[in-house]
């Protein structure tokens, strides 16, 4: 390559919790793009079923899936050989990439002069960045928050997904069983803010009187209390989302 041109495309990154709507935008965005003639392609990543995204709302469409050891450079140069060119890609479940993959989309993006709009979890539910995250951050020509917030059982905005198996939080284990619920029967997710992801505390097992919004400065130290009375019903009727709605498409 010789004179470079100056492109537009970047690559951007869209984080948000489980339940934030990031499939749901990755749809929209796939579709608004291919109506407008663009040619790109739509990933997610192997623990999808089908290969198929999907949304809450009960949108999908046919994606790619992101094997490991998958070239994503490589996948978007033959797509683009194969086809005059390539527009766009959109990515769901980044979080899952690994981090060369990750590279791999800067290359298609300064290469291929393809926009790349990723979506994904920020903490695993050990309260950590995932690995292909973190790159995506370091990488990413913008950064942000999607607009639908998720809010912990208190009220507060949630920023972390605590795993629960048979009611009680835990803080280890496999990472890769987070979107496939049936590998792991007994444990839910729950959104939490960070002081209840760390304190492990349920709605459940809260007393009354503390569970308004408005009694939270200083009122509970957060302390572990690895196990009480496990309820069976760690999800309150309120707007944390948990073992209903998880199923298939659990982060998005
Ligand atoms: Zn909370």
């Not at 605590?162 to 987070?178: F, I, K, W």
């Amino acid at each position: 390559m010789t004179a470079e041109r100056h492109s537009h495309a970047e690559l951007r990154f869209a984080y948000g919790t489980m339940g934030s709507g990031k499939s749901t935008l990755a749809l929209q965005i796939y579709h608004n793009l291919a109506a407008a003639g663009l040619r790109g392609m739509l990933w997610t990543q192997l623990d999808r079923v089908d290969g198929r995204v999907s949304s809450r709302l009960g949108v999908s469409a046919d994606a790619y899936r992101v094997e490991p050891g998958l070239n994503l450079f490589q996948s978007g140069k033959s797509y683009s050989d194969r086809n005059g060119r390539l527009d766009f890609m959109v990515c769901d479940e980044a979080q899952f990439y690994s981090p060369e993959q990750v590279e791999q989309l800067a290359r298609v993006v300064d290469e291929l002069d393809a926009d790349v709009y990723c979506f994904g979890l920020l903490r695993d539910f050990r309260g950590y960045l995932f690995p292909g995250t973190a790159r995506l951050l370091e990488m990413a020509d913008s950064c942000d928050e999607v607009a639908v917030e998720s809010r912990c059982w208190c009220g507060r905005k949630a920023t972390h997904n605590a795993r629960l198996v048979e009611g009680v939080q835990v803080y280890e284990g496999d990472l890769m069983v987070v979107d496939d619920p049936t590998q792991e029967p007994d444990s839910t997710y729950e959104l939490r803010c960070r002081r209840h992801w760390l304190s492990g505390t349920s709605a459940s097992r809260v007393a009354p009187s503390v569970t308004q919004p408005a009694q939270r400065a200083g009122a509970s130290t957060p302390r572990r209390e690895p196990d009480t009375e496990a309820s069976e019903t760690p999800t309150p009727a309120t707007p944390t989302l948990s073992d209903s709605g998880e199923v298939s498409i659990a982060s998005s």
